[in-house]
C-alpha cells in the first residue's frame, strides 16, 4: 500500500446549478489555498534542511505539508462535483484525514527519510510528472464534458469521475514524493 491514500465517495446526483455557480463559490477558498501555498513554499525550505541533516520531517511541517494537500484535494473534490458538500474552512494536518469529507487524504509519516533525498527526489520524479501531466490533460477534458452533463443530468459519468480522481489521487502522490514526505517512488498508475 501506497504511503499517501486518496479516497473519494461521491454523492450520486449533483445539483444542476452547480455546473454554473461552482467556480464562483470556490473563490474564497482560492485565496486561502494561495496564502496557505506561499506559507508551504518557506516550510518546505526549513524540512529540506531538517531532512538533510536529521533524516527526519519534524511533525508540525509534516502536519503543514499534508494540510496543504489536503485542502488542494477538497477544493479540488468540490470543483470536480464529486460532492454537493462545500468544503470546509478546516485546517487539520497530520496523517490521518477523519473529516469525513468526500476526499481524504491520508499519509504514512516514514520515522526517517533518505538524508539526500531533497537533493534528488525532484529530479528523479520527472517521469512521473510527465506521466500526471499527460492524465492532467485528459481529466481537466472530462472535467469540461463533465460540465455539460451536471448541467443537463445532475451526474457526472461513472468513467469520468474515475479518471478525475485518479488524476487527483497521481498528483497528490506526486507532490507528496516531491515534498519529500516519503521516499517511496510514486507509481505510474491513478489507483
Do not use: C
Not at 520524479?125 to 472530462?142: N, T
Amino acid at each position: 500500500m501506497h504511503p499517501v491514500t486518496v479516497d473519494f465517495t461521491s454523492d450520486e446526483k449533483i445539483g444542476n446549478w452547480r455546473a454554473l455557480l461552482a467556480g464562483i463559490m470556490v473563490i474564497p477558498h482560492f485565496f486561502v489555498f494561495m496564502i496557505i501555498a506561499f506559507v508551504n513554499y518557506f516550510v518546505g525550505i526549513i524540512a529540506f534542511f531538517a531532512v538533510l541533516f536529521t533524516k527526519k520531517y519534524p511533525d508540525s511541517l509534516y502536519h503543514w505539508a499534508s494540510l496543504v494537500l489536503r485542502y488542494s484535494n477538497r477544493m479540488n473534490a468540490y470543483m470536480m462535483w464529486f460532492t454537493n458538500d462545500y468544503p470546509p474552512f478546516t485546517f487539520d494536518g497530520g496523517p490521518e484525514d477523519s473529516s469525513g469529507y468526500a476526499v481524504r487524504t491520508s499519509f504514512q509519516k516514514p520515522e526517517t527519510i533518505g538524508r539526500f533525498s531533497p537533493l534528488y527526489q525532484w529530479f528523479i520524479a520527472i517521469p512521473v510528472m510527465f506521466f500526471v501531466w499527460l492524465i492532467a490533460l485528459v481529466a481537466y477534458f472530462f472535467w469540461f464534458l463533465s460540465f455539460f452533463t451536471v448541467l443537463f443530468t445532475g451526474k457526472v459519468p461513472e468513467s469520468f469521475a474515475k479518471w478525475m480522481a485518479g488524476f487527483v489521487r497521481a498528483n497528490t502522490r506526486l507532490a507528496a514524493y516531491v515534498m519529500f514526505m516519503h521516499n517511496e517512488y510514486p507509481p505510474f498508475s491513478m489507483d
